[in-house]
């Protein structure tokens, strides 16, 4: 029976901190953009403002996920998308307790994060606000927040950890680790041989010197 680590559970682990202090930072973050741009700025009246030649802001409600997918209109429908808001943001949380990577741990607090703040947008509104629209001549994005800027920086983040990973496992010496300048750290088995190697040096010499007693 494998044995946990110390100090790490189901709910904890040596990253909560790090993924915690993201997915929370990162809620507020999107949430207080919202709240200034629905209830201070009131983007609604303001209609279409523009920022750059290529981003606008604009009041859109989306009843669906991110980036307008799987649109819900009805109540049951959006009472089901924050079931499973919720149930997905739990499993990335365990997910964190299990990871010790640091880029792993950010993408997955920017994820939680993201998740979060259009949770609350579900569960006050009914439907998440929509902020941001990205455009460059004949093309349009869709429109977005800063919680799905979160999400998508998450995957991303997700991705290339699990590409870079790659290499460095193809790196390691097949008998251990790599140690601090670069060199193999043996493994058990092969200090485990080493060390039956010195023994059998060890009690041929003694043998030898017995031989050589003898002779004299």
């Known amino acids: 029976m494998a044995l946990k680590p110390k100090g790490k559970t189901l709910l904890w682990g040596a990253r909560s901190s790090l993924v915690g202090a993201l997915a929370l930072g990162g809620a507020v973050a999107d949430q207080a953009v919202k709240l200034w741009m629905i209830h201070g ?6 209609g279409r403002v523009e920022l750059l030649p290529f981003l606008d802001l604009v009041m859109v409600w989306n009843y669906g996920i991110s980036y307008g997918l799987f649109q819900q ?27 010790s990577d640091k880029v792993a741990a950010v993408s997955l607090g920017l994820i939680i994060a993201g998740a979060i703040g259009n949770g609350i947008d579900r569960i006050a509104y009914g439907a998440v606000a929509d902020l941001f629209h990205f455009h460059v001549g004949a093309f349009s994005w869709y429109v977005f927040n800063l919680a799905d800027v979160w999400i998508v920086a998450g995957v991303a983040g997700l991705l290339y950890d699990s590409f870079a990973g790659g290499p460095k496992d193809a790196a390691m010496s097949p008998q251990g ?4 300048m670069g060199e193999a750290i043996p493994s058990s088995s092969t200090r485990a041989e080493s060390d039956e190697d010195a023994s059998k040096a060890a009690g ?8 050589d007693d003898e002779n004299r």
């Open 41 to 46: 700025f009131d983007l609604a009246s303001q």
């Open 73 to 99: 209109g009805s109540a049951t429908g959006q009472l089901l998308l924050a079931a499973f808001t919720v149930a997905a943001t739990a499993l990335l949380w365990v997910w964190g307790t299990r990871v």
């Open 177 to 180: 680790k790599r140690g601090r």
């Open 204 to 211: 041929t010499a003694s043998r030898q010197g017995h031989d």
